[in-house]
């Protein structure tokens, strides 16, 4: 299966493992050359945004990416934007070949949404290692189960009607993934990866609710900035921007 990887990447394939992104700091800790995806089975410490847990139940996909040096440290931030839509464009390929008709969605910042639920979330860490940057990109996609009791509404591929075993959801993830890496640049080229983020997210021009520890806002999503932070206008015509926050739309139940 390596040899369908876009040149540059490779596989490291692990039964069990407590956390793919650690797996890859170690990778790169012992020298291991930029491109390198792990992914596992079954892991037991999977963590989401804000050191949320992530449940890891077998048959989903675990699996993360080690790049070394891919930008300046500015802008390593708008990575997420860069793998959420790889992920959101992989799915929409999966889900044509099949004749599967599905909204598949992206939701700021992180998220990826099938029939407005969540299917896949990234988890992205900046680390130095001897002096270089080294950033993992972390991957979770439902592929045949998902939580029942969590704070964003989720589902799976297959309750949605779409097949995809982890590693072949991983291929078509990494090819997405290595085009739009190419696209942004090292963070040239971030103003396509935002259009193109734009034209797929839900929320935009709606009533949303954020919640941030200490304060919630209610307001208009207006738009994406050039940075990746989110624009809301608030009832008195004021905005604010922000870069971490959890959002929930007016719709939402």
């Not at 394939?13 to 990778?27: F, H, I, K, Q």
């Not at 072949?168 to 739009?180: D, G, P, Q, R």
């Not at 008195?236 to 870069?243: I, K, T």
Request: hydrophobic fraction near 40%; charged fraction near 25%; glycine fraction near 10%.
């Amino acid at each position: 299966m390596g040899s369908e990887l876009p040149d540059g990447y490779r596989i490291k394939r692990l039964d069990d493992t407590v956390s793919t992104n650690a797996d890859c700091l170690d990778a790169a800790r012992s020298g291991e050359a930029s491109g390198l995806w792990v992914i596992a089975r079954r892991q037991s410490g999977g963590r989401g945004s804000r050191g949320r847990s992530w449940v890891s139940q077998e048959g989903n996909l675990f699996a993360s990416l080690m790049l070394r040096d891919p930008a300046p440290a500015g802008v390593i931030a708008e990575l997420t934007f860069v793998a959420s839509l790889a992920v959101r464009d992989a799915l929409a390929r999966l889900a044509q070949r099949q004749g599967v008709s599905r909204t598949i969605a992206l939701k700021w910042p992180n998220d990826v949404l099938v029939s407005g639920r969540k299917v896949s979330g990234i988890l992205l860490e900046s680390h130095e290692v001897d002096g270089e940057r080294v950033v993992i990109i972390g991957i979770g996609v439902n592929c045949n189960s998902h939580p029942e009791e969590t704070l964003h509404r989720a589902t799976d591929l297959a309750t949605e009607g779409i097949e995809a075993s982890a590693e072949e959801l991983l291929v078509e993830i990494s090819a997405s993934l290595s085009n739009y890496l190419a696209t942004w640049n090292r963070g040239a080229g971030f103003e396509a990866i935002r259009q193109a983020w734009m034209d797929e997210a839900t929320g935009i021009g709606q009533r949303i609710y954020v919640k941030m520890p200490g304060r919630e806002l209610t307001g208009i999503f207006e738009d994406l900035a050039s940075d990746g932070n989110l624009v809301l206008t608030l009832d008195d015509g004021s905005a604010v921007r922000l870069s971490a926050a959890d959002i929930f739309f007016a719709n939402q139940s």
